[in-house]
C-alpha cells in the first residue's frame, strides 16, 4: 500500500505522534501561500522545523511573510520541486493528487503525504489545545484571544488564519506549548480534524453551499465538532447568533460533562455584554465579570462580541494553565484584559486601515458573506461617523453568490456608492450551471441600492473611483476575491499627491 494511502488511514485510526517532536523535520508545503498553510508554516518554522514549498506565480500578502521568515519557496508547481529529502509534505486542500504536479510527484517518491487540516489535527493532539469555529468572526477571535493570552504571558502558541498586527504581523506567536489556539475551518468539515479541550463557535449561518446540502448540514458538522470535546471540555458560544445559540441549546441537552459558557448581550452570566458605546475612532463596552470598562479601535459591534470570546477563552486557559478559578483569574488579570484589548490593532484583511490620503480614508476586509458585510459596514459607519463610504466589492464562489442572493441584495445598505466586480472563481467550481451569474448578481443589488456600479475587472473602477472619491471619504475594498490589490494602488497613488514635490508642482501651476 502506498504511504500516501497508508498515512490517511494511520492518522484516522490511530493516536498520531508524527509531528511531535517536529524540531529538526523537513517539510515542504504545497500551496504554502494560503494564509492557512502560510500560517501552519510559519508555527512550524518557528518551532524549529527546515521548511519550504510551492505555490502559484500569484502574488499574495502572504509572499511578504515568508520572506520575512526566510522560507523559501517555488513559484509555480512542478515534478521538479520535490525531491526525496522530506519527512513529510502538507498540502492545501484546494489541491489534490489528480490534477497537482507536486503531489504527483510526492506520491511517487513515496512521500508522507498530509492535508493542512490532517497536520493541523497531528499538533494539536499532543497538547491542550482551543479550537475557534464559526461562519464569521474567527480570525479576529483567534488575534484578540492570542493578544489577551500575550499580555497574561502565559506558555502558549497560536495559529490565526491571517496576518495579526499584534503577533508583530505574522499569522502565529509562539511562547511556549501549555497550550495551542487554532483558527478552525467548517468547510468539507476540515475541524473535524482537530483534537480540541475548549471550541468558541461564533456563529452558525447558511455558507459553502459547494459543499454542504443546506442549513441542517453545516449545523450537523458543527455538532459534530463539540462532539470531539473531551469530558470536562469547555464550549464558548455566542448567545446572540441564532445558529451558535440553537448548539448551545442542544449540546447542553447531550452532553452534561462538559461546561457550556454563553457570552454576548442576551447571555447571563460572567460575560453578558452591557454599555456599549461606539464613537468616532472607539467602541467602549462592559463585560458582568469584569468592572473595568473595555474598549476597542475596531469598529463594529460584531468585534464586541468578538471581543467577549477572547476573553471567555483566555480567562479559561488562563484556569487550566494555573489552576486558578475563573472569578480569581478575572479578577487577577483585568488589567492585562484592558490593556490587551485596547492595544489591539486588527488582522490582515479585517476593517484593516491602510492609511490616511489627502483627507480619503482607505481600508480593505474580507467579509463575503451577506451577514458579515452587513454589520461590518455598520461598525465602520459608526465608527466614522459622517463620512461617505465608497465601497468596491468582489463576491467570492458562485455557489455563495447564487445561494445568498436575496442576502447579499440587502447588505449594503451602509456603503453610499457600491461598486461591484466580476463574481471570484473558487479552484472547487466552474459558472457551468448559473448562467450569467455576474449581470444577475449586479441587477439584484441593484434593486436594493440606487448608486451600483459594475466594472468587470477591479482596475478598471480606478479613473470612476478616482472622479468620485471626495475629501473625507472613506474608500474600502471587501470580499475574499483579489482586489484588495485595488484599494493599495489607490492609497498609494493619493499618498504620491500629498508629497511635497506633487504638491509643490500643483502649487506654482
Known amino acids: 500500500m502506498p504511504r500516501y494511502s497508508y498515512f490517511h488511514y494511520y492518522f484516522n485510526m490511530h493516536d498520531s505522534k508524527l509531528l511531535h517532536p517536529i524540531t529538526g523535520k523537513k517539510i515542504y508545503f504545497i500551496g504554502i501561500k494560503g494564509s492557512g498553510m502560510c500560517a501552519l508554516a510559519e508555527l512550524f518554522h518557528k518551532a524549529g522545523a527546515i521548511v519550504s514549498g510551492s505555490d502559484t506565480e500569484e502574488i499574495f500578502y502572504t509572499d511578504s511573510i515568508l520572506k ?26 484546494a489541491y489534490n493528487r489528480e490534477t497537482n504536479p507536486d503531489i504527483q510527484e510526492a506520491v ?11 497536520a493541523l489535527g497531528a499538533y494539536s493532539k499532543n497538547m491542550r489545545s482551543c479550537g475557534i469555529a464559526g461562519v464569521h468572526g474567527k480570525t479576529t477571535t483567534t488575534g484578540i484571544t492570542g493578544t489577551l493570552l500575550k499580555e497574561m504571558d502565559l506558555s502558549v502558541s497560536v495559529l490565526a488564519g491571517s496576518a495579526i498586527s499584534n503577533f508583530d504581523g505574522r499569522s502565529t506567536f509562539v511562547l ?38 443546506d442549513y441542517d448540514d453545516i449545523f450537523d458538522a458543527f455538532l459534530s465538532y463539540t462532539e470531539k470535546l473531551p469530558e470536562d471540555g469547555v464550549l464558548i458560544y455566542c448567545k446572540d447568533d441564532k445558529g451558535a445559540n440553537l448548539l448551545g441549546d442542544t449540546v447542553a441537552k447531550k452532553r452534561k460533562d462538559i461546561k457550556l459558557v454563553p457570552y454576548g448581550i442576551e447571555a447571563k452570566g460572567l460575560f453578558k455584554i452591557e454599555n456599549i458605546k461606539q464613537s468616532s475612532g472607539i467602541t467602549e463596552f462592559n463585560i458582568a465579570g469584569i468592572k473595568n470598562k473595555l474598549s476597542l479601535q475596531i ?26 478559578s475563573i472569578e480569581e483569574v478575572l479578577k487577577k488579570e483585568s488589567a492585562n484584559i484592558v490593556a490587551g484589548l485596547k492595544n489591539y490593532k486588527g488582522s490582515k484583511r ?8 489627502c483627507n480619503i480614508t482607505f481600508m480593505d476586509d474580507y467579509a463575503h458573506h451577506p451577514t458579515a458585510i452587513e454589520t461590518t459596514l455598520s461598525g465602520i459607519k459608526s465608527f466614522f461617523p459622517g463620512k461617505r463610504i465608497i465601497l468596491d ?15 447579499f441584495s440587502n447588505s449594503f445598505g451602509n456603503a453610499d456608492i457600491v461598486i461591484i466586480n466580476k463574481i471570484y472563481a473558487s479552484a472547487r467550481e466552474k459558472n ?16 436594493n441600492h440606487d448608486k451600483v456600479f459594475y466594472y468587470h475587472e477591479p482596475d478598471d473602477a480606478d479613473d470612476f473611483i478616482k472622479k468620485e472619491l471626495k475629501d473625507g471619504d472613506l474608500f474600502i475594498t471587501m470580499g475574499a476575491g483579489d482586489n484588495w490589490k485595488l484599494g493599495i494602488k489607490l492609497y498609494k497613488y493619493y499618498k504620491q499627491l500629498e508629497s511635497p514635490e506633487k504638491t509643490r508642482g500643483r502649487a506654482e501651476n
Not at 468539507?188 to 463557535?201: C, E, G, M, N, V
Not at 460584531?302 to 477563552?313: G, P
Not at 479585517?350 to 490620503?357: I, K, M, N, Q, V
Open 108 to 118: 511517487k517518491r513515496n512521500l508522507l503525504i498530509m492535508e493542512y487540516t490532517e
Open 176 to 213: 511556549g506549548t501549555d497550550y495551542f489556539i487554532a483558527e478552525t475551518c467548517e468547510y468539507k468539515r476540515h475541524f473535524l480534524s482537530f483534537f480540541p479541550d475548549i471550541i468558541i463557535i461564533t456563529s452558525i449561518e447558511p455558507d459553502h453551499l459547494d459543499y454542504f446540502k
Open 393 to 407: 466589492f468582489m463576491s467570492h464562489t458562485y455557489s455563495r453568490t447564487h445561494a445568498l442572493m436575496e442576502e
Open 350 to 357: 479585517r476593517s484593516e486601515l491602510l492609511g490616511t490620503a
Open 299 to 324: 469598529p463594529g459591534v460584531h468585534n464586541v462580541l468578538n471581543s467577549a470570546a477572547s476573553i471567555a477563552a483566555a480567562v479559561h486557559i488562563n484556569s487550566s494553565i494555573t489552576g486558578s
Open 432 to 447: 457551468s450551471n448559473f448562467g450569467d451569474l455576474n449581470r444577475i448578481f449586479f441587477d439584484k443589488i441593484a434593486e
Open 68 to 93: 520575512q521568515l526566510g522560507v523559501k519557496y517555488k513559484e509555480g508547481f512542478s515534478e521538479s520541486n520535490l525531491d526525496d529529502n522530506y519527512d513529510f509534505v502538507i498540502h492545501s486542500a
